[in-house]
């Protein structure tokens, strides 16, 4: 039986399983245990036959190169614009969740057991530079010399726990620098690429230690979205965080900043919540059906674009209104791509997917 990352508190639980539910996290390392997980964490990938078609969370662009990840660390790419996919070798065989490319050649992964993996040239090959063993200690380090007496028993707790916890979002700013987030208030930025980290949850207003599911930047504007209505949001490159005021309390899993003083944020049953003036004030996005939004790109023509739970993609039209764009609903969906050329992929739990727009 599939469950997720347990804890005392039965609320944070609870938050854990609306993200399985989702099937955005499958098949949870907690579910193995501590020895499984280890294990997990230092065996390669498996070559699979057809990795395109094994279920995948996440997608991304690396020049003229398009890549996605998945469970058991399948990672693969495509050089002939999805016309076929290769899969690449990779140190581990943990879920991986998202993918992201600060240039044509410099990415990052992240995804369960705490697990980073880096590459230097395109996605071809890729090194481990974090994972769940590291981070408690990393963040236990923080609330020490911080004196922070509750962040501390947390780090403990996290630590007694194993690498149990998974990273669920990350961001490349440059080669150097990058900024992941996961389960249970997990944030860790680097800036020499991965080659050491340090803990943000001092600069994070989430005193619950709330899922944090998604993140993106815009100039020196980052934003975090979570669980429970979580948003937090800096202005000075993630010096400081301040946390927004949201209408919807349910999870949002899902953020785009379309331009410097829009943010959307979409999730749970779909809602969709923009702002317009850097988060002071919201207003709803209607949507055609209450199904959980999961993803989100903005296209290279400035079209917000939104992935949800029936398959269907929305397209943000004038006036505001999402509108389907694919005829036929795919299955679930967990990811987009929409590449620079004007294609259009969805990731989803029978692998890429062709987002057939034709009216």
């Known amino acids: ?26 098949a949870c390392a907690a579910a193995w245990g501590a020895e499984e997980v280890g294990a997990a964490m230092e065996r390669p990938a498996l070559m699979v036959r057809a990795p395109e078609r094994t279920v995948l ?34 140190p581990v065989s943990v879920t991986l969740t998202a993918v992201r490319f600060s240039d044509a ?22 090194e ?97 979205a979570g669980e429970q209505g979580l948003v937090l949001k800096s202005d000075d490159g993630g010096q400081t965080f301040q946390r927004l005021a949201t209408p919807y309390k349910g999870s949002f899993f899902t953020l785009e900043l379309p ?14 919540w923009r702002s317009t003036d850097g988060g002071s004030a919201w207003q709803p996005l209607p949507v055609p059906m209450p199904v959980s939004i999961v993803a989100s790109q903005m296209a290279g023509d400035g079209t917000l674009l939104l992935a949800n739970q029936a398959g269907l993609v929305l397209a943000r039209r004038a006036g505001g209104a999402l509108v389907p764009v694919n005829r036929v609903p795919l299955p679930p969906l967990n990811g987009l791509l929409a590449s620079a050329e004007g294609g259009l992929l969805a990731v989803s739990i029978q692998g890429v997917m062709r987002v057939d727009t034709k009216p």
Do not use: F
Request: with cysteine.
């Open 105 to 126: 050649r410099h990415g990052i992964a992240v995804g369960h057991a705490g697990t980073v993996l880096v590459t230097q040239d395109g996605g071809t090959h890729w």
């Open 259 to 272: 331009n410097e003083q829009e943010i959307v944020l979409a999730g749970l049953r779909g809602n969709v």
């Open 128 to 224: 481990r530079r974090l994972d769940g063993r590291r981070i408690p200690e990393l963040m236990l380090a923080d609330a020490r010399a911080r004196g922070d007496a509750l962040a501390q028993k947390a780090a403990e707790q996290m630590r007694q726990d194993g690498p149990d916890k998974p990273l669920l979002d990350v961001l490349a700013v440059d080669p150097l620098r990058a900024l992941a987030v996961g389960a249970y208030g997990m944030a860790l930025a680097t800036e020499d690429g991965g080659k050491h980290w340090v803990s943000w949850g001092a600069r994070l207003d989430n005193p619950d230690a709330l899922h944090l599911y998604a993140v993106r930047q815009r100039g020196s504007r980052i934003v975090i």
């Open 57 to 90: 969370l996440g997608a991304a662009q690396a020049g003229p190169r398009w890549l996605a990840v998945g469970e058991r660390g399948v990672i693969v790419r495509s050089d002939d614009a999805g016309q076929s996919w290769v899969q690449a070798a990779t």
């Open 1 to 26: 039986m599939i469950r997720c990352p347990h804890d005392a508190a039965e609320r944070r639980r609870a938050g854990m399983k609306r993200w399985c539910a989702l099937a955005l996290v499958i």
